[in-house]
């Protein structure tokens, strides 16, 4: 009987002591898995690191092989001052955290794409000038800006000294600004004067010079300019070009034209420092909230009255915008069918829409946005369904949207508010600095702010397929759909592959001619590839810098 006693505390005692050891296993298993995590946890982007001045942070060390002269190309500074991302304020950082989910705010990889806009061999310093090129730009900000970088390749091709472009005063904004207003002058005159001679007005001899005013004909190329156009230096010591849009073509034309038009673009056509200390201003504010979307919500009166979309309106909303379209003369199309319009896809979405179409895609509630755009047509009311979703809405303009805090004071902008055109700049350096940039609709701003954006390094850009989203929404609205996870399953397919990843510029669409031809063709600021970025690969150790 003391046999089998001594026999169950033997046992009891083994199982106690292999008990204690499981359990101290278990105890240090825990404490490594928190202090090391598991190498397979994605890697989240960290948008609070400050970059490099270089462009897109080139490692050089990764390339140390390059010749001496081809690192001193990679690593010239392309960016402008507003374009940095200053760290975030410690109070915002943890919400900033849980809202960095790696899928939603990862950009595209870039595949090595990176910024070559260097001339070739033979390209040579301006020789002496045959005579003056006047600009009068049209259009808006991001219309003029195209304008003026093409008038800089022009100048170079008739060897012409360009005078500074006058800005558009007489578009629907009746903007008075100057071009020293929006635009730093004396970087762009310094910048391009390896290229282009630029002088800030006419030498007063001129004056009675002799003098003609052309209309450049549409998307020309090499020889139109190089003959009729430089043709015209026999007779005339001044040419004003009337029109500053769509003057150039965007492809066939010789590779150092092409990089001219990207280092004025990208390089030269700086803001004005007031407007540059402003936009990063703003953009230090939006990233105290952590990653943003800059939302370039395009539903604005000018630009509902232009394309005819009338959806969601009421009857004398619509009216008022057949109004404005009829009595604005450069506008030709008068009669538009809103329906129609809306189904093709040419239709701004509505705030509704572009709510729907965030939560889609998978952004929280706790999303900042800044809403880059003018006066909402409909004001609070159309801002309702967009603003009770994603309430971190943030503008520039206190009338904008009912804001608890506004991203600047009046006396801030007090300089800038009564000039579309510096107010559009300041949209545009926010866009610019995004984490992710989404149009509502690809007008000039979305194009050009896309372009930019592939240009230092393809960051995430979601262009909506509108004609798609469109057809998913009416389908709600009949109640065959349902938002939830379908949706949401359908419209991240569709936008897999239109985020920004880079890919060659498209051209015209097969079976057209003419004008059509040239307007079907995907715009040269839109998507500077080939044209001015290389793709650098470094095969079996050997460095070459290759265009794809």
């Known amino acids: 009987m003391q046999k089998c006693r001594w026999r169950a505390v033997v046992v009891l005692r083994k199982f106690l002591t292999f008990a204690i050891c499981a359990i101290t296993m278990m105890a240090l298993l825990s404490v490594h898995v928190q202090v090391f995590p598991s190498s397979r946890a994605p890697d ?29 190309s990679w690593r010239r500074d392309r960016t402008h001052s ?4 200053p760290p975030l304020s410690s109070r915002k950082l943890d919400g900033a955290r ?51 970088c093409d008038m800089v390749a022009v100048a170079r091709i008739i060897n012409a000294t360009l005078v500074v ?64 156009i430089a043709s015209m230096w026999k007779t005339y010591r001044v040419i004003r070009a009337a029109k500053s849009d769509s003057r150039l073509a965007n492809n066939n034309l010789p590779p150092n034209i092409q990089k001219l038009r990207c280092r004025a673009c990208y390089e030269a056509l700086r803001f004005a420092p007031r407007i540059e200390e402003m936009g990063k201003m703003l953009v230090e504010r939006m ?36 109004k404005i379209r009829e009595e604005t003369a450069y506008w030709k199309v008068k009669e538009i069918d809103s329906r129609e319009q809306r189904s093709k896809g040419y239709c701004p979405l509505i705030p509704k829409e572009v709510a729907m179409f965030l939560t889609a895609l998978g952004y929280p509630s706790n999303t900042p946005i800044y809403i880059a755009a003018g006066e909402i047509y409909g004001g609070d009311s159309r801002m309702a369904d967009l603003q009770s979703r994603y309430p971190i809405l943030k503008s520039k303009l206190s009338s904008l949207i009912t804001l608890q805090e506004k991203l600047a004071s009046v006396e801030e902008l007090e300089p800038f508010i009564n000039h579309a055109s510096q107010m ?19 007008g000039n701003m979305a194009r050009a702010v896309e372009g930019h954006r592939r240009f230092l390094g393809h960051r995430k850009t979601i262009s909506p397929d509108r004609k798609q989203l469109v057809h998913l929404f009416d389908k709600i609205d009949r ?10 399953t359908k419209i991240i397919e569709i936008h ?25 063709e995907e715009a040269f600021y839109v998507n500077p590839l080939p044209d001015c970025l290389c793709q650098r690969h470094s095969p079996n150790s050997n460095i070459s810098l290759m265009i794809k």
């Open 496 to 520: 897999k592959r239109r985020q920004g990843s880079p890919r060659r510029r498209k051209g015209p669409i097969s079976g057209t001619k003419g004008m059509e031809r040239f307007r079907s």
């Open 479 to 488: 109640g065959k759909l349902k938002e939830g996870e379908s949706l949401s």
């Open 165 to 228: 472009p006058e800005l558009d005063k007489r578009s629907f904004w009746q903007d008075t600004s100057n071009f020293s207003d929006v635009f730093d002058e004396d970087h762009f005159i310094n910048a391009l004067a390896s290229d282009v001679k630029i002088i800030k007005r006419l030498p007063k001899e001129m004056a009675n010079a002799s003098k003609i005013i052309k209309h450049f004909r549409s998307w020309s190329g090499m020889d139109y300019y190089q003959g009729e």
């Open 287 to 322: 990233r105290s909230y952590g990653p943003y979307i800059a939302l370039h919500l395009r539903y604005e009166k000018d630009m509902l009255a232009f394309s005819g979309c009338t959806y969601g309106l009421s009857s004398a909303e619509a009216d008022e915008l057949k």
């Open 98 to 148: 849980r809202n960095s989910d790696s899928k939603l705010w990862k950009p595209p990889s870039n595949r090595d794409y990176l910024p070559c806009v260097e001339p070739g061999p033979n390209y040579t310093s301006p020789g002496e000038s045959e005579g003056y090129l006047l600009v009068h730009t049209n259009g808006g900000l991001n219309q003029m800006r195209a304008g003026i």
């Open 82 to 85: 507003h374009l940095s991302k």
């Open 424 to 442: 559009a700049a300041l949209d545009y350096i926010v866009s610019i600095e995004s984490d992710v940039f989404i149009p509502s609709y690809s």
């Open 44 to 72: 989240l982007p960290d948008p609070y690191k400050l970059p490099t001045t270089t462009t897109q942070q080139l490692d050089v060390n990764k390339y140390s092989i390059l010749s001496t002269e081809q690192e001193q």
